[in-house]
Nanobody, 121 residues
Framework: QVHLVESGGGLVQPGGSLRLSCAAS????????MGWYRQAPGKQRELVAT???????NYADSVKGRFTISRDNAKNTVFLQMNSLKPEDTAVYYC???????????????WGQGTQVTVSS
């Protein structure tokens, strides 16, 4: 089994910052891409940012210049630093990891349980 546990969500005022963390544990040989997605009420889940094992990143246009994704491969952990937060960033944020469980195994997607981020004055 593989588990992804997120932390760091909460309530913040517009213009504020939050840092999300997501740690993967369990039967893991390696992790390819990791990423963050979010889902606001009444909307579909959308990509926020992804990062490859080598550190290449990709961001949604709506968060470029404000959010930074990073990872610690030794600890199977991914982070999302969110600055200059806006009310429209309010959503449940989900961590994703493409996990390979054995040598030459097929990568499978795993998801965290989600953490609420609310931006409001």
């Amino acid at each position: 089994q593989v588990h992804l546990v997120e932390s760091g969500g909460g309530l913040v005022q517009p213009g504020g910052s939050l840092r999300l963390s997501c740690a993967a544990s369990g039967s893991i040989f390696s992790i390819n891409d990791m990423g963050w997605y979010r889902q606001a009420p009444g909307k579909q889940r959308e990509l926020v940012a992804t990062i490859t094992r080598g550190g290449s990143t990709n961001y949604a246009d709506s968060v470029k210049g404000r959010f930074t994704i990073s990872r610690d491969n030794a600890k199977n952990t991914v982070f999302l630093q969110m600055n200059s937060l806006k009310p429209e960033d309010t959503a449940v944020y989900y961590c994703n990891a493409q996990v390979v469980r054995t040598w030459l195994g097929t990568p499978y997607d795993y998801w965290g349980q989600g953490t609420q981020v609310t931006v409001s004055s």
